[in-house]
Each structure stands twice: as C-alpha cells, then as structure tokens.
C-alpha cells in the first residue's frame, strides 16, 4: 500500500515540475514613451502579445521579453 502512495507522490511530483508556465514582462510604446504593463504568463502573455494593449481607444502593439 505504501508503494502505491510512494508512486502516486512521485508521479504528481514529475507532472508538476513539467508544466511551467512561461512568463514575460511586457510594455508598449507610447507617444510619451515606454510604458511598462506587467508580467503576463501562458495563454495570457500569448493573447497580449497578438492582440495589443488598447488604452483610451487606441490599440498599441506589446512587446515582451522573457527574464
């Protein structure tokens, strides 16, 4: 029984370390200059990437840089 206790840990254990999320700050260009926006992670940092960042209507292309 233990065994099976032991095997379980170590196989949760391996499926956690595999799935790291990759994570990047990002910002935009602005007409005043860069703005810093955050770190964005997985699905996220790939959607902001995509579509851009829209402040007051006006939609600016992001970059990120992993760190």
């Known amino acids: ?3 099976k206790f032991l095997l ?6 391996g499926l956690s ?3 790291c999320k990759k994570c990047a700050e990002c ?8 703005v810093e926006i955050g770190e964005y992670c997985g ?3 790939e959607d902001i990437e995509q579509s ?13 840089h992993d760190h």
């Open 1 to 3: 029984m233990k065994n």
């Open 43 to 45: 699905d996220d940092l």
């Open 17 to 19: 370390l595999t799935s």
């Open 27 to 34: 910002h935009y260009d602005a007409p005043n200059g860069i």
């Open 8 to 13: 379980s840990g170590l196989i949760i254990a």
């Open 52 to 64: 851009g960042y829209t402040k007051d209507g006006v939609n600016y292309e992001v970059h990120c």
